[in-house]
C-alpha cells in the first residue's frame, strides 16, 4: 500500500514582514498571522508568475493567504488583499518604519506561537501609518510601548523600577527613566543608574496613558512634537536593549528621518 504525504491546506489573514529571493525564481515569504504568529512560506515560482501574484505579494501588506503545507516547508497556494497600505511603500519615512517594526516583530517571535494581539496591533499600526492625517512618529511610539507590553517587558511608568514608591505623588518638572532597570526612578534612586534618560512629566503622563488605554483606545493619543521627540527616543533605546540587539532597520530609519 503506497503511503500518501497528507497535505494540509488551510486559510488565514496575513501581514508580509520580510520578502527574500530563493534560487532563480522563487521567493521566501515571512508572515505575521494572528494564529500561527510568524510563519515562514515558499512562493514558488513567484518571480516569473505575473499572473498569479502580480502586485500582491508587497511588503506590509493585509492579505488572505492559502497556504499548503505538505513535508517541510510550506507553500503559498493563493494570496488576495484585504488592504493594500500602498502609501507606506512610495513614502521612504513610513517604510522604513514600518520595516523597523518588523525587524523587531521577526527578532522576537517564534514561528507558531498565537499572536492575536500583536496581530492587531500591527495591523493597526500600519492602518494609522498609512492615514495621512496620522504623524508616523507618533504611530511609532504607540507600536514600540504596546509591543512591550504584549512581551511582558512594558516599561514601569508609574512606580520608582528601584524602591517602589509611586511616582505620580511626586512633584517635580523633570522625570528620570532608567535604561537598565526598565522603568522610570525617584529622585532618591537616581544617583545609581548608568543609563538613564531625562523625560519631561508631560511626556511621561501621556506615555502612561497609552499603556492604560491599550489597544483600544491608544490610537487617539496625540502628542506636541517635543513629546514625540522624546517619547520616539525613549522607546528607540529602550526596546533595542531588552532584544538584546540593535536590529539593523533602526539606523537606517534614523539616517532617513535626519534628511
Ligand atoms: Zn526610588
Known sequence: MALVAQVIIRKAPAILLRKVEYGDHDVVLTFLTPDEGKMSAFAKNAKKSVKRFSGVLELFTHLEIVIRQGKGLPYLDEASILSPYESIRTDYLKSAYAGYWSEVTIQWLEEGVPQKRLFTLFESSLAALHDARRSPGTVSILFQLLFLDIAGLA?????????????????????????????????????????????????????????????????????????????????????????????????????????
Do not use: Y
Open 155 to 259: 516599561p514601569s511608568l508609574s512606580r520608582c523600577a528601584g524602591c517602589g514608591v509611586d511616582m505620580e505623588t511626586l512633584s517635580q518638572a523633570k522625570a528620570f527613566f532608567d535604561l537598565d532597570r526598565g522603568g522610570m526612578v525617584c529622585p532618591q534612586c537616581r544617583g545609581e543608574a548608568r543609563h538613564r534618560m531625562a523625560i519631561s512629566v508631560g511626556t511621561l503622563k501621556q506615555l502612561r496613558w497609552v499603556l492604560n488605554e491599550g489597544l483600544e483606545g491608544a490610537f487617539r493619543v496625540r502628542f506636541s512634537p517635543a513629546a514625540e521627540r522624546e517619547g520616539l527616543s525613549l522607546m528607540e533605546r529602550f526596546l533595542p536593549m531588552h532584544l538584546g540587539r540593535e536590529p539593523k532597520s533602526l539606523s537606517f530609519l534614523s539616517k532617513i528621518r535626519s534628511f
